[in-house]
């Protein structure tokens, strides 16, 4: 159960408070919550696809700080091989400051740290992790080049990638073309395709403007109305489940580790990501980015009740 892949991405510490409602310009919110977890793109899709038992190889940078040895230490606990995750001399760990509020909704700043180290040549003094997998996993809390990196070697190792275009960047229109999923959420793919998202109908045009630009398959992630698949003469929305929301954060990287697993076990698309609904509909009725990502026996009792 579950299968081989490689998650290539950031590593960062979430420092986290919870509010009555966000804060507006100028605004000071008081009474908050606070509390600290790991998280970034990359680890958290890592630590996703490992609790619902995929075999995972992590590539990444730390800073060589207690955060960094701490970030190390937790990968390891949650069974991934941190064999390429690099501690950065002189660097901070990459760093998130999150706002929450009590319906779910959250604001994120970002300073990537040792995130930008991790550049081409660390990537390719890790070419051995590419070996005996069956799916690379990519983000783009990244440099743009180990972006385009990645996705030439996973081509070159002829392996199947999950592109998740988040945060939303510009990209060259032949490396999507390379991607054999992209994921990405509603402004995501607006960004993408150039087209405005005012309702559901619309989501099937820009669907098709993704297409258009050759990736085989196309997710786009709904939030609380669920995702929506296109391919080549399919299409079709999975609703999500409903759930009490208390912290959206890490909630798509979830999603994105638990569909890889998915995929890596050959189920089809409308399973792998009724499953991956599942994980992240769990996610977010939990507190923090590492600590939400579900165990695969709660992701299956979810995902049975659909």
């Keep these: 159960m579950g299968g081989n892949l490689v998650v290539i991405g950031s590593t960062n510490v979430d420092l986290t408070m919870r509010l ?5 310009r100028g605004e000071t919110v008081g009474n908050g919550d606070f509390y600290q977890a ?21 590539i990444s940078c730390v800073g060589d700080d207690d955060f960094g040895r701490l970030a190390i230490e937790s990968l390891k606990i949650n069974g991934i091989n941190v064999d390429n995750v690099f501690a950065e001399n002189g660097l901070n760990t990459g760093t998130a400051l999150i706002f929450t509020d009590v319906q779910g909704n959250n604001c994120v ?63 060259d229109v032949s490396y999507l073309s390379k991607a054999h999923v992209l994921v990405v959420n509603e402004p995501e793919a607006e960004f ?29 992630t709904l939030g609380a109305r669920g995702a929506y698949y296109a391919t080549s003469g399919q299409n079709f929305f999975v609703e999500s489940f ?3 929301a208390k912290d959206s954060t890490g909630a798509g990287d979830i999603f994105c580790g638990a569909l890889a697993v998915a995929l890596t076990e050959k189920k089809s698309f409308k399973e792998a ?26 992701i299956e009792e979810l995902a049975a009740k659909r």
């Design 109 to 171: 700043g970002v300073s990537p740290g040792a995130n930008e180290s991790l550049l081409p040549e660390k990537i390719a003094s890790a070419s051995a992790a590419f070996e005996n997998v069956e799916m690379v996993l990519l983000q783009c809390e990244v440099p743009y080049d180990s972006i385009k990196y990645v996705i030439d070697a996973s081509t070159k190792y002829n392996k199947k990638l999950i592109l998740n275009l988040a945060p939303a960047r510009n990209i």
């Design 273 to 298: 990501l009724t499953f991956a609904s599942a994980a992240a509909a769990i996610s977010v009725t939990r507190l923090g980015a590492f600590p939400s990502a579900p165990r695969r026996a709660e």
């Design 20 to 24: 009555d409602h966000l804060p507006s």
């Design 38 to 58: 790991f998280g970034g793109k990359g680890a958290i899709q890592a630590i996703a696809a490992a609790r619902c038992g995929g075999k995972v190889k992590f």
């Design 242 to 244: 409903s759930v009490e």
């Design 192 to 220: 993408l395709s150039g087209f405005k998202v005012n309702k559901d109908s619309d989501i099937e045009h820009v669907a098709e403007l993704l297409l258009a630009k050759g990736s085989e398959h196309i997710i786009i």
